[in-house]
């Protein structure tokens, strides 16, 4: 038998019996317990030098200003004598200690022959003399799970990691491996279990504990075991960290550290159109999380410098072959376009707050609300209270206002915070308090708070905070700038005071009534309101679905988040009997338009090659762009037509504008199918003949980036017969009826 088989053959004994053994890990709870101590040296961060010497100065002035001790150093063999060994002489010299992770050039790692062996020996050498008694301790490689980033086969990453031991052991040097990617414990016990057989267990057992691919720091792992597994083995953060203490500890590594973690600002931006305010709310939530395992022994906070995954924003494109994760070679920027990020500030902030300190108090619910309250090294109280993504909670329902009002009330960047009407949302809040122990709270009536009650869509985009309220026989919600006062502005556009406001022109009045008035508490705004009216079976089915005017609040911040133009939202009313919902109101902001898209696809059918100022090539290319961006944000509105989508221009651009959005359909996983995006443009380019029907299709086609069949015509046409049947039988029906009637 060759070695690789029994290699493969050892390794399906060990998982089958370390599975077996710990009974699927089911015995590790997602929930968080209190009582664990926040080590001073828990932070770290991960460093890269740059051309220009100056970029070294800039580091160390920004590890010096977050506060932090431990940085963590890729080195491979050009790293000598180069931009990499200038910088850790800098780091070593201002008293920094280093984690330095020795990675073998990917070809050689890919082959590991005789020869690139020998190179690997002479390399650990010449870094065990010149720095084997400087560092605090060695990283044997790096993602060996990932092959096509490392070069490595799990093989051959045994195979460096015994000539490190052997090379290394015997000065006494502390060694750290095998650092797995990901949530991949299978991976992780293939790798400790040989390592612990050849008698060379690592001293720390580092891993990449990702979590982005979840998005939420608190969500479930759906990936790591299948979706149909991801409600019954609940594999969140907590339960990922004691799972790899437990694996570690299974092979005589207690010492477990997280060695790289990021959210990209390119991935959230599909989700937020405030992605660098995302970065900041995630990476506190999941360090506050994480400290709290009492799993990990460290966290090093993926790179401080780069363009889409960095604390700061080193301004360049594009991105290394070998990804960052592995291998974090170089700033690739130029110093004068270096840009500090939102969230390097929420790291200085969590370091200062939360090192020294002690969890006396954790709620990781899942219902998302999340509490947690630490004692610091000050002897101060620290409450940090976030809610999972879409969700608010009320200040009121956790604390009394006079606790409240002790409170030095922050925000994730260590900001004050003074909103009159303060409430938790997906921002994480800090309440630092005088008293040690005294305000410690049920946790079950904690963890059974409901952020988003009825599924109603709260939080923030941006600085505009989207609160409940509940006001006498009304609940609904209101959306807040900064300096408005949230209670004022609330009360002030309750349905009474909305009826009883002059009413400024008339837009629709049929099966529900649109006006528009004067802002109540801004004369020279105003404001559009539509009253949903519950008639017949309405009544009925409000019962079992959300209403007219909830759904356009989720929606308009729904699509506002991610930067699809909608009216903005103002608020929305609704009230409830026995019956079901029997009023309720949406208010937002009116779109002073110049036209609408119906206006000027009706003008183009007609033999017009302008309209408004603007050419036809330059309209439908807009509305096509525009169409396609929402589609691509998994957004169906269900009624596109050229009445509910409005025109503004702004310094000779076209912006396109959506209306009358209650229907639309939002998925936040699922993407938008084929199908589903004829069924939007066939309503769309209705007013269109066919040549500019063609002319939309190439521009919509373009952006999408994709090629359609031909049956975007059939589809058409199709629609074409259905509205013009249509409007024979309302004709034949309407004329038997006068007929009957006279």
């Not at 060379?200 to 982005?212: G, Q, S």
């Not at 929420?346 to 999340?370: P, R």
């Not at 026989?473 to 556009?493: F, I, S, T």
């Not at 991610?562 to 903005?568: A, D, F, I, T, Y």
Request: hydrophobic letters at 35%.
């Amino acid at each position: 038998m060759n070695p690789r088989t029994r290699y493969y053959l050892r390794s399906a004994k060990h998982i089958s019996q370390s599975i077996i053994s710990s009974g699927f890990w089911a015995k590790h709870s997602p929930k968080i317990q209190a009582g664990v101590s926040v080590e001073n040296d828990f932070f770290g961060i991960n460093i890269a030098p740059g051309a220009d010497p100056m970029v070294d100065d800039f580091i160390i002035e920004r590890l010096q200003e977050l506060g932090l001790q431990h940085v963590r150093m890729n080195f491979t063999y050009d790293s000598l004598d180069g931009y990499a060994e200038r910088l850790l002489k800098r780091v070593l010299d201002a008293n920094f200690k280093v984690l330095l992770d020795l990675i073998p050039p990917f070809e050689d790692a890919k082959t590991f022959t005789m020869a690139a062996q020998q190179r690997w020996i002479d390399f650990l050498n010449t870094i065990a003399d010149k720095y084997g008694d400087k560092v605090a301790c060695i990283e044997i490689g790096s993602t060996p799970n990932r092959g096509r980033w490392s070069g490595f086969e799990p093989m051959d990453y045994l195979i460096a990691w015994r000539i490190a031991n052997e090379q290394l052991k015997t000065r006494g040097i502390v060694l750290a491996g095998p650092n797995v990617s990901d949530f991949e414990p299978l991976c992780s016990i293939q790798l400790l279990s040989e390592m612990q057989l050849q008698g060379h267990a690592p001293d720390i057992y580092t891993n990449n504990l990702f979590v982005e691919r979840v998005i939420q720091p608190e969500a479930f792992d759906h990936r790591a075991l299948g979706k149909a597994m991801t409600n019954i083995m609940k594999l969140n953060l907590v339960k990922k960290a004691r799972v790899m203490k437990a694996i570690g500890h299974e092979y005589g590594v207690d010492n477990i550290i997280c060695t790289y973690k990021c959210w990209s600002s390119k991935r959230l931006r599909r989700w937020s159109v405030t992605p660098e305010q995302k970065k900041s709310d995630y990476l506190i939530r999941y360090l506050v999380i994480a400290a709290s395992t009492g799993a990990l022994g460290q966290v090093y906070w993926g790179p401080l410098i780069c363009s889409r995954d960095g604390l700061i924003n080193d301004g360049s494109t594009g991105y290394p072959v070998i990804d960052n994760v592995t291998f974090y070679k170089q700033i690739r920027g130029d110093l004068s376009g270096f840009e500090i990020r939102e969230a390097f500030y929420a790291y200085a902030n969590i370091i200062k707050l939360l090192a020294g300190s002690t969890c006396v108090q954790a709620v990781n619910a899942d219902k998302g609300l999340h509490h947690f309250i630490f004692e610091t090294k000050e002897q101060k109280q620290l409450h940090i209270v976030w809610t999972q993504d879409r969700g608010c909670v009320n200040a009121e329902q956790l604390y009394s206002r006079e606790h409240l009002e002790q409170a030095e009330i922050m925000n994730a960047l260590g900001e004050a915070v003074t909103e009159s009407v303060l409430s938790f949302t997906e921002r994480p809040l800090f309440l630092r308090f005088e008293q040690p122990t005294s305000l410690q709270q049920n946790e079950q009536q904690l963890a059974d708070i409901q952020p988003r009650p009825e599924k109603v869509n709260f939080g923030i985009t941006g600085e505009i905070r989207y609160l409940p309220w509940t006001e006498g026989k009304w609940h609904g919600a209101v959306a807040v700038k900064p300096g408005e006062d949230a209670k004022e502005k609330a009360q002030a556009l309750l349905p009474e005071k909305l009826l009883s406001a002059t009413q400024l022109s008339l837009h629709r009045d049929q099966r529900n009534k649109v006006w528009s008035i004067q802002h109540p508490l801004a004369s020279n705004d105003t404001v559009v309101v539509k009253e949903n009216r519950a008639r017949g079976i309405k009544k009925i089915t409000y019962r079992f679905k959300a209403s007219k005017g909830q759904r356009h609040w989720d929606n308009a911040w729904e699509m506002l988040r991610r930067g699809v133009k909608s009216p903005m939202p103002v608020a929305y009313y609704e009230q409830t009997e026995n019956t079901g919902i029997t009023h309720n109101y949406y208010v937002c902001e009116y779109v002073d338009a110049a036209f609408s898209v119906r206006q000027a696809f009706t003008a183009f059918g007609d033999g017009q090659d302008s309209f408004g100022g603007f050419s036809k090539e330059q309209i439908i290319k807009g509305v096509a762009d525009y169409a396609c961006n929402m589609h691509d944000e998994k957004i169906i509105h269900h009624d596109l037509t050229g009445g509910n989508l409005l025109v503004t221009t702004e310094n000779d651009e076209i912006n396109i504008t959506a209306i009358d959005i209650g229907r639309a359909t939002i998925y936040i996983k699922q993407n938008v199918t084929e199908q589903q995006r004829l069924l939007d443009l066939m309503r769309c380019c209705y007013k269109l003949n066919w040549p500019n029907r063609e002319l939309f299709m190439e521009y919509y086609f373009e952006a999408y980036g994709r090629q359609f069949a031909q049956r975007w015509k059939t589809s058409l046409s199709y629609y074409d017969w259905k509205l013009t049947t249509k409007k024979k039988l309302k004709r034949l029906l309407k004329g038997k009826w006068k007929k009957a009637k006279n």
